[in-house]
């Protein structure tokens, strides 16, 4: 995992020591903290009460002599939010407030990270005039403000427009930035006027083929242009964080997207074959209630009284059953309890207040078997890890039941008979009876929940 920092207090720490604002020994303990803790050190200065938060900004904006804005009840133009993509927002703890002339002004967390402005005075070609601020507002005016208006990384799509073909855009025979992201946009709200939760951008001979998944089938939608090909992969990775230099590797992104009012995270996958890079998109909702998703009063009671429990929660149901969708909603129903409540994602479809969620990274080693290895460091109460992906999984699921914990995971089978088959493996001999409650999404509109009493009877837990 990258480490977290602050370059603007990491140079001047012992500036604080030395106008005595903070002991030596106190700085050199803060500093093996973050490092521990992975947080940069100015939230361990004041999380540890060695200084507020007021003097720490005062102190800044004396040494650099750069403005402190307070963020609290400001007010920024949010014409500016398209010169900063959300991604980039959230990496840097960056957003812009207003901009005069050929001046941009962004308030900043850390305003001595040169390569966070490099960045963005690259991509959006004027100058750069950072203000500090306190990095809890700066995250709570990005989520306020990319939540409720449309920006470079998060695509606004009015769905209550007349109904069109995506590929009307390739009418459009101007090969320009502006054009490509028209298109994207085009498609990606074809795909959720039609219901579509999953498509595929595949090359072929003469351009890029769009395919929805609508049920069980595959459609061609249509063809991009070869002339089209390049830059339109490119803006679709960019949007996503992927690194569009790359394309030799798997990789894993999100994009984030409006639909009307409504905020939407696809996950992005790209996989390299020997046509070229295979783009795979799966769009998630936003969680609902669990009264709101199709739960009944007694369904919602069984899962309630589970989650108090040692055991694992098996939340099952074909492809884009809603498996997700009806874990996101009860991780944010339960989330304001007084639990450890923790995941493990390849990439968190929504931030759930009050749960840490951590996202594998292959690229830099943290993958399944690391987290799995240290999580129990942070002692979790209530664990969703996002699938079974191996036997020593389905051990190491044992492991943390014993140990008092509750966990949530996800399960593929088309019916209860596949389910019923697939338990049925010697590899989950051990596992079934660790299953306290199963929770099967036949499609969105029709759950069913078993407790210990209907899954002696269903698939033959003791």
Same mark, same amino acid.
């Given at each position: 995992?990258?480490?977290?920092?602050?370059?603007?207090?990491?140079?001047?720490?012992?500036?604080?020591?030395?106008?005595?604002?903070?002991?030596?020994?106190?700085?050199?303990?803060?500093?093996?903290?973050?490092?521990?803790?992975?947080?940069?050190?100015?939230?361990?200065?004041?999380?540890?009460?060695?200084?507020?938060?007021?003097?720490?900004?005062?102190?800044?904006?004396?040494?650099?002599?750069?403005?402190?804005?307070?963020?609290?009840?400001?007010?920024?133009?949010?014409?500016?939010?398209?010169?900063?993509?959300?991604?980039?927002?959230? &990496?840097?703890?960056?957003?812009?407030?207003?901009?005069?002339?050929?001046?941009?002004?962004?308030?900043?967390?850390?305003?001595?990270?040169?390569?966070?402005?490099? &960045?963005?005075? $690259?991509?959006?070609?004027?100058?750069?005039?950072?203000?500090?601020?306190?990095?809890?507002?700066?995250?709570?005016?990005?989520?306020?403000?990319?939540?409720?208006?449309?920006?470079?990384?998060?695509?606004?799509?009015?769905?209550?427009?007349?109904?069109?073909?995506?590929?009307?855009?390739?009418?459009?025979?101007?090969?320009?930035?502006?054009?490509?992201?028209?298109?994207?946009?085009?498609?990606?709200?074809?795909?959720?006027?039609?219901?579509?939760?999953?498509?595929?951008?595949?090359?072929?001979?003469?351009?890029?083929?769009?395919?929805?998944?609508?049920?069980?089938?595959?459609?061609?939608?249509?063809?991009?242009?070869?002339?089209?090909?390049?830059?339109?992969?490119?803006?679709?990775?960019?949007?996503?964080?992927?690194?569009?230099?790359?394309?030799?590797?798997?990789?894993?992104?999100?994009?984030?997207?409006?639909?009307?009012?409504?905020?939407?995270?696809?996950?992005?996958?790209?996989?390299?074959?020997?046509?070229?890079?295979?783009?795979?998109?799966?769009?998630?909702?936003?969680?609902?209630?669990?009264?709101?998703?199709?739960?009944? $009063?007694?369904?919602?009671?069984?899962?309630?009284?589970?989650?108090?429990?040692?055991?694992?929660?098996?939340?099952?149901?074909?492809?884009?059953?809603?498996?997700?969708?009806?874990?996101?909603?009860?991780?944010?129903?339960?989330?304001?309890?007084?639990?450890?409540?923790?995941?493990?994602?390849?990439?968190?479809?929504?931030?759930?207040?009050?749960?840490?969620?951590?996202?594998?990274?292959?690229?830099?080693?943290?993958?399944?078997?690391?987290?799995?290895?240290?999580?129990?460091?942070?002692?979790?109460?209530?664990?969703?890890?996002?699938?079974?992906?191996?036997?020593?999984?389905?051990?190491?699921?044992?492991?943390?039941?014993?140990?008092?914990?509750?966990?949530?995971?996800?399960?593929?089978?088309?019916?209860?008979?596949?389910?019923?088959?697939?338990?049925?493996?010697?590899?989950? $001999?051990?596992?079934?009876?660790?299953?306290?409650?199963?929770?099967?999404?036949?499609?969105?509109?029709?759950?069913?929940?078993?407790?210990?009493?209907?899954?002696?009877?269903?698939?033959?837990?003791?």
């Amino acid at each position: 995992m990258e480490l977290v920092t602050n370059k603007t207090l990491e140079k001047l720490k012992y500036d604080l020591v030395r106008d005595g604002l903070v002991s030596y020994e106190d700085i050199e303990k803060a500093h093996e903290l973050s490092v521990s803790q992975n947080v940069n050190i100015g939230q361990i200065l004041i999380k540890s009460n060695l200084i507020t938060e007021e003097v720490l900004l005062k102190f800044l904006e004396s040494k650099l002599h750069i403005p402190y804005v307070d963020l609290k009840d400001y007010t920024l133009d949010t014409r500016c939010l398209s010169y900063i993509s959300f991604n980039d927002a959230q &990496k840097y703890k960056i957003i812009p407030l207003f901009k005069i002339e050929n001046v941009l002004t962004v308030a900043m967390a850390d305003p001595l990270d040169v390569l966070a402005i490099d &960045k963005i005075v $690259e991509q959006i070609g004027c100058d750069i005039e950072p203000v500090v601020s306190a990095e809890n507002l700066v995250i709570k005016k990005i989520e306020e403000y990319y939540n409720s208006a449309s920006s470079v990384g998060q695509i606004k799509i009015e769905k209550n427009e007349v109904k069109f073909d995506w590929q009307d855009e390739l009418n459009n025979e101007v090969l320009s930035d502006e054009h490509i992201q028209i298109l994207i946009r085009a498609i990606l709200k074809q795909a959720i006027l039609n219901d579509v939760h999953e498509m595929f951008f595949e090359h072929v001979q003469n351009g890029l083929s769009v395919n929805f998944r609508q049920a069980t089938q595959i459609v061609n939608t249509g063809q991009i242009p070869s002339v089209l090909v390049v830059p339109f992969i490119s803006k679709l990775k960019a949007l996503s964080a992927l690194d569009v230099n790359v394309c030799e590797l798997p990789q894993l992104g999100k994009l984030v997207f409006k639909v009307d009012d409504i905020v939407l995270t696809a996950s992005i996958s790209a996989f390299p074959t020997i046509n070229g890079e295979r783009i795979s998109l799966k769009i998630y909702k936003p969680p609902k209630k669990m009264d709101e998703i199709g739960l009944t $009063e007694n369904q919602i009671n069984i899962i309630k009284n589970e989650l108090q429990n040692a055991g694992v929660i098996l939340v099952c149901g074909s492809s884009l059953s809603g498996k997700t969708h009806i874990i996101y909603s009860i991780l944010s129903e339960i989330a304001n309890s007084d639990k450890n409540i923790m995941t493990i994602e390849s990439i968190s479809k929504y931030n759930l207040e009050n749960v840490n969620q951590c996202e594998l990274n292959e690229n830099i080693g943290f993958n399944i078997e690391k987290a799995m290895r240290f999580i129990e460091f942070q002692s979790p109460d209530l664990i969703y890890f996002e699938g079974i992906t191996s036997k020593i999984a389905l051990d190491y699921f044992g492991s943390l039941v014993f140990k008092n914990k509750v966990l949530i995971t996800e399960f593929l089978a088309d019916n209860m008979a596949d389910l019923n088959k697939k338990l049925s493996y010697s590899d989950f $001999e051990m596992f079934k009876p660790l299953i306290s409650c199963i929770i099967f999404a036949h499609n969105q509109d029709n759950i069913e929940v078993f407790d210990k009493v209907e899954l002696k009877k269903f698939i033959g837990v003791n």
